[in-house]
């Protein structure tokens, strides 16, 4: 019996060891094949998994780590995804990236006054984003999205997203919109009780055109007050980047690239988004605003200007006027500072 008890003492002390130096080793950084790699561990694969960090260039024995990932109790709660490992991991570290799903993210940005294609080609750009929307048309993309009727532009907002490798490109296209949705809803809530704006709708559209128009971030306000006070007295809002977006649509409101073509041509098309043409705001809008042209479509400032011109200063700053003789005088100094430069 002495040496039945001896023996299991013995079989618990080389067990004690054993794990002991199980855990000293799980704390030891891994021996990589490269400064960084990537491993990519696919849904359902928790069989081969050790095997997937193996093939990946982890080199060290499978069945050490194999044996650390079971008896740490969290084999079962790696996650997929797309994760980097770099010099310095350690078993420990590595199990706990895979369990958190720590992933490697990427990021895509979207700026301010870009208008739908220039989206579009950002995020077919975007690295190792998947591509799963690019043989969809712009109808097709709206549809999916929850908005079949919808035209896309103006409806996703500028920012930066992070995604992980891998990712599908409809997770970011979501992430946009529902971003647009958000900071718009947001932005009408402010709206002064005077607007002429009817509905968040027309708000996006003339959000879209502060944001094309303005050259300096201190005059956003003042741009959304001429605007607003143009569309109170029914007086057209004569913008130049409308008639320019117009003149890059077809018949179907399609755009079929930027307007390269001589300016007075332009502004004599009739259509839905030449406001040299018409009165009130255009068909759609024509760039994505981001949140501070959404306040000033809403919010501008206090202001009876119903006319800007650019002054030329490399500042991107305009002078307002409230009368067309101001205006004028305005226009041809500011004009003939250019000129004498």
């Known amino acids: 019996m002495k040496l039945l008890y001896r023996l299991i003492l013995i079989l618990v002390l080389l067990a004690g060891a054993a794990t002991a130096l199980l855990l000293l080793w799980s704390q030891q950084p891994l021996t990589l094949a490269a400064d ?25 024995q499978p069945a050490l780590l194999q044996l650390w990932f079971r008896l740490s109790g969290d084999a079962k709660k790696i996650k997929a995804g797309v994760y980097d490992i770099e010099r310095g991991t350690t078993p420990q570290s590595l199990l706990k990236k895979l369990v958190t799903g720590t992933q490697s993210l990427l990021s895509v940005t979207l700026v301010e006054g870009w208008n739908f294609a220039q989206v579009r080609e950002a995020m077919g750009k975007a690295e190792r984003l998947k591509p799963d929307t690019q043989l969809l048309s712009s109808a097709e993309l709206m549809e999916k999205l929850g908005k079949p009727g919808t035209k896309p532009e103006g409806r996703f907002f500028p920012d930066t997203y992070t995604y992980a490798r891998g990712s599908s490109d409809w997770a970011v296209w979501k992430m946009a919109m529902q ?68 003149a890059s649509m077809d018949s179907k409101g399609d755009y079929v690239g930027a307007y390269e073509g001589p300016w007075l041509p332009a502004k004599a098309q009739k259509n839905a988004w030449n406001t040299y043409q018409m009165t009130g705001l255009p ?47 305005a226009v041809s100094q500011y004009i003939q500072n250019q000129a004498n430069k």
């Open 36 to 60: 960084k790699l990537e491993l990519n561990i696919e849904k359902n694969a928790n069989q081969s998994v050790v095997q997937t960090i193996v093939a990946a260039g982890v080199q060290t």
């Open 179 to 246: 971003a647009m949705d958000k900071n718009l809803e947001a932005a009408w809530a402010q709206r002064l009780p005077d607007s002429p704006l009817k509905n968040s709708e027309e708000a996006l559209i003339l959000a879209s055109i502060i944001e094309k128009e303005t050259g300096s971030k201190q005059d956003r306000a003042l741009v959304g007050s001429v605007f607003n006070n143009r569309l109170k007295i029914n007086m057209p809002l004569q913008t130049d980047p409308t008639v320019l977006y117009g």
């Open 283 to 329: 068909r759609t809008p024509i760039a994505m605003p981001g949140k501070a042209s959404l306040i000033a479509a809403v919010k501008p400032a206090s202001s009876n200007a119903l006319y800007f011109v650019a002054k030329g200063d490399g500042t991107g700053a305009s002078q307002f006027s409230t009368t067309l003789a101001e205006h004028n005088r």
